[in-house]
């Protein structure tokens, strides 16, 4: 019987054993633990497109501006002086001295000048924005092509000059920045993670042996070397990702929370159970239809739904083909015009999205932006749209070959492209099929035009319209919809190098309003946030962008 | 006995490497590559760290290699999804969780199983038996998502005296380690009432009651040990499953563990995962499955007997 009984000890014994070994939060429970809205996908600036990524960024890192926890408008960072000349192009910035990095080194000019050079050097998705410095986007392609006679085989071309760019330290702590035209929001650029400093010495010993490349074992603790308020701690696959405030954080004073948790859950449901359970004081993207189901039973407080600084719509192929070869009808304007017009938003927000997000018929969130008037856009009108398709030469949508609307099967998207679906057949007898792929695959058929109708969603980066209209320019990498109208980018060029305010939003406007009339995109309603605070949480803002300064997060007990 | 270890010992690398072949083969043969320039390629950076870890330039070359990698470097490679982490990462972060909560829930099944699978066996016919053949029907047949939801809807939800999942405290691993244990306990009854049915017919049985014995040593004592050896067969395998993870429990209780990676590896297409995960799982079982048959001759001296006569 002794015998026996040694496998169910032994079993016992090496549970116990597993159980010790599986526990990561090494005792210490976080001053404020938050959900985040996925898994982080890379914390690496130069490669970081996702809000995750973002807001995680915003609390290891400081650019020279950094944002205001309340209003989170920008404010003054790791610089302590700016100054613009009457040109308004050239900007002076001082870094203050006591700005250190999380291992004590002083942070120096040097260091913002490295990340981005490496930004133009090897491209990420968020290069574009370097090209507001005169010289940048002539060094960039420049410099691609370096590589590229570089990796063929060897010529003995030089690389190219880094001082056409207009960037340069005038000391150890001194940045001049020269831009093309003037950028009135270019403080908000500089507090965005594009334009942070890294530090090069921590990063070397991850450098490929192209010379360009970093493996991104770098990001990860104990390598990680940031400046912000925040150093990265531990993080753990699909688990548990720690920051604990920086000892040398020059306004270390005013962080509020010493550590700080982002904790996992994949799933929607077990990510609201997780806030329940006092795991998480801070639920940053509730899901959909639990939020819903919640708003309609009523009696919480800790939900908060508000308007997103995003806009949900529908993008269509402008190609003159379909990627199978056939012939494109969405490439004729009217086509376009037909099917926008035909699409009656309510049902879509009343019965799908139940959380009282706003139809819109414009791109760019109205309401957002001071002094932008936004442009109409087109109106429900299944008569004018009939007629419409008619003129295209599809009269009761004879002869309109069968399209496919593409979406990836998370959320409500599924739902939406059944209501599209309908709508386009009710009111223009057009047959459209259906194809659901996982986010990962949309996202590439989404970039490389691999769709007829698809769904899609554009969040602003920074406060200022050309992070929703810069998309559609003719030579944007984001521009899914392969669009392109030379009166556009005529008027966005104009707008960039135009000084007076109000001109400028005014040009943006009859942008946009060209936009919405041709049709490449559908809009059909303005995103909102939903999040779940514990009340006791502080210092979260409702914001549009759905981002946080963390040193003002507090629980308060 | 000794040399009868050290043959099953000799014989596990060698079963491990037609596995690990037979994976290779499959995971060669299978259409597509993460080269090929389709929707589920690689990105450009990702190519770039195979090329230069891995000399591969090509997915041919990177199966060939990739063998002496896992042998001499114990790399598994970088997973192909999840850019930025190599596969020993995500091994080494949710195997452990898996691991411990395989542990928990597989020690709960034996004893809960063998407990009513014993009593079945002895009151046969009798309220017990039919319970407990009753809950042995229904954990098999109830789908783990099903039984998970169950448990915290009660214990969690109305109850509130457990926690309905996450990792981190003990409390948290009771409810997960119970529904992964519905089904493993179900078949250890089963198998221990028929198994122990058929011992107590046996006459050493009867002679022991007969000397006067007390009831429940004759049970225990003399007829579970015996009866006991398909259980442990079973165990082996059941150890092996429960600690390389469930997708259905680790998502509806939120636990990081290494049944998801699995699931997803596939959804993915993320060959280095997949591989890994796999290959993790067999050395698993082949390890389990050496350790049953060692034990083997701990439970039962009947086999040593025979081992040594050999």
């Known amino acids: ?557 | 006995m000794a040399r009868f270890i050290a043959w099953r010992i000799a014989q596990l690398p060698v079963i491990l490497a037609v596995v690990y072949l037979i994976t290779f083969g499959l995971v060669w043969v299978a259409p597509g590559s993460p080269y090929e320039n389709n929707d589920r390629a690689l990105s450009e950076a990702a190519k770039n760290d195979l090329k230069l870890r891995f000399h591969a330039q090509s997915w041919e070359q990177f199966l060939t290699y990739y063998p002496w990698q896992i042998v001499r470097h114990g790399d598994f490679g970088p997973s192909l999804s999840y850019e930025g982490w190599s596969v020993n990462d995500i091994l080494r972060s949710s195997l452990p969780v898996s691991m411990a909560l395989g542990l928990v829930a597989v020690f709960i099944a034996l004893i809960g199983g063998s407990a009513a699978g014993v009593t079945a066996a002895v009151r046969r016919g009798g309220l017990l038996d039919v319970l407990s053949l009753g809950m042995a029907l229904v954990g098999v047949s109830l789908p783990a998502f099903v039984v998970a939801g169950l448990l915290i809807v009660i214990f969690s939800d109305w109850l509130h005296w457990l926690p309905g999942g996450g990792w981190g405290e003990l409390r948290q691993i009771v409810l997960p380690a119970l529904a992964l244990a519905m089904m493993p306990m179900a078949y250890i009854a089963r198998l221990t009432r028929s198994s122990m049915l058929d011992t107590l017919g046996n006459d050493y049985i009867r002679t022991a009651r007969a000397k006067g014995l007390p009831r429940w040593t004759v049970v225990w004592k003399h007829a579970f040990r015996n009866a006991f050896l398909p259980v442990f067969t079973y165990l082996g395998p059941a150890t092996a499953y429960a600690m390389t993870g469930s997708f259905v429990v680790e998502t509806v209780f939120n636990i990081p563990g290494l049944g998801q990676h699995f699931v997803n590896g596939v959804k993915n297409r993320d060959q280095t995962l997949i591989l890994g995960t796999v290959l993790v799982y067999a050395a698993f079982l082949l390890t389990l499955n050496l350790l049953v048959d060692i034990g083997y001759a701990v439970v039962d001296p009947r086999i040593e007997v025979e081992a040594r006569q050999q």
């Open chain 1, 1 to 557: 019987m002794m015998r026996l009984l040694t496998i169910p000890v032994m079993l016992a014994g090496l549970a116990a054993a597993a159980v010790y070994w599986s526990n990561d939060a090494g005792g210490r429970r976080p001053d404020f633990a938050f959900i985040n809205r996925g898994d982080n996908k890379c914390l690496d600036p130069n490669g970081m497109s996702w809000m995750q990524d973002i807001r995680v960024a915003y609390a290891l890192w400081e650019g020279l501006y950094t944002l205001d926890p309340v209003t989170l408008t920008p404010v003054l960072g790791c610089a302590d002086r700016a100054t613009v000349d009457s040109t308004r192009t050239v900007w002076t910035l001082h870094i203050r001295p006591e700005a250190r990095w999380t291992n004590g080194d002083r942070v120096k000019a040097g260091d913002f000048l490295f990340e981005w050079r490496r930004f133009l050097e090897t491209p990420g998705e968020y290069t574009y924005l370097h090209y507001y410095v005169r010289g940048a986007k002539q060094y960039a392609s420049e410099f691609a092509d370096y590589v590229a006679a570089k990796e063929k085989g060897g010529t003995t071309r030089p690389a190219p000059d880094f001082s056409i760019v207009g960037e340069k330290a005038l000391d150890e702590r001194t940045l001049v920045v020269t831009l093309s035209d003037p950028v009135p929001f270019f403080p908000a650029l500089l507090a965005f993670p594009p334009f942070f400093p890294m530090h090069e010495a921590s990063m070397r010993p991850f450098r490929e042996s192209d010379g360009l490349h970093y493996r991104l074992d770098f990001t990860r603790p104990p390598n990680l070397v940031s400046n912000g308020p925040y150093r990265l701690a531990q993080w753990s696959f699909k688990r548990r990702l720690r920051m604990v405030a920086s000892d040398y954080y020059w306004n270390r004073a005013n962080v509020k929370s010493r550590v700080v948790d982002q904790v996992y859950a994949d799933d929607g449901l077990a990510a609201y159970r997780t806030y329940e359970r006092g795991e998480a004081d801070w639920l940053s993207d509730v899901d959909a239809n639990l939020a819903a189901q919640i708003l309609a039973k009523g009696g919480r407080d800790d939900l908060h739904v508000f308007p997103a600084f995003g806009t949900y719509f529908y993008t269509l192929n402008c190609l003159p083909n379909l990627p199978d070869g056939r012939e494109n009808p969405l490439a004729d304007v009217c086509v376009r015009k037909a099917l926008a017009m035909s699409i009656d938003r309510d049902p879509i927000v009343r019965n799908v999205g139940r959380l009282g997000q706003p139809p819109s018929r414009t791109y760019i969130p109205p309401n957002v932006f001071e002094g932008y008037s936004s442009p109409p856009g087109l109106a429900y009108d299944p008569e004018q749209a009939r007629k419409l398709l008619a003129q295209a030469g599809y009269r009761n949508g004879q002869g309109f070959p069968n399209l496919t609307i593409l979406y990836n099967t998370d959320g409500i998207h599924a739902d939406v492209a059944q209501i599209m679906r309908r709508q386009w057949l009710n009111n223009l007898n057009i047959q459209m099929d259906l194809q659901g792929v996982e986010v990962k695959v949309f996202g590439q058929m989404l970039h490389t035009q691999q769709y007829a109708v698809a769904r899609a969603s554009w969040y602003g980066d920074y406060a200022d319209p050309t992070t929703f209209s810069d998309k559609y320019k003719s030579d944007s990498d984001d521009n899914d919809a392969k669009w392109s109208n030379a009166e556009y980018d005529r008027l966005c060029a104009e707008a960039q190098r135009e000084t007076d305010q109000g001109r400028r939003l005014r040009l943006l406007g009859r942008a946009e309003n060209i936009l919405l009339n041709e049709a490449p995109i559908i809009p059909l309603f303005t995103y909102v946030n939903a999040y779940m605070i514990r009340p006791q949480a502080k210092g979260i803002p409702l914001a549009a962008n759905a981002m946080l300064m963390f040193n003002s997060v507090q629980v308060v007990r």
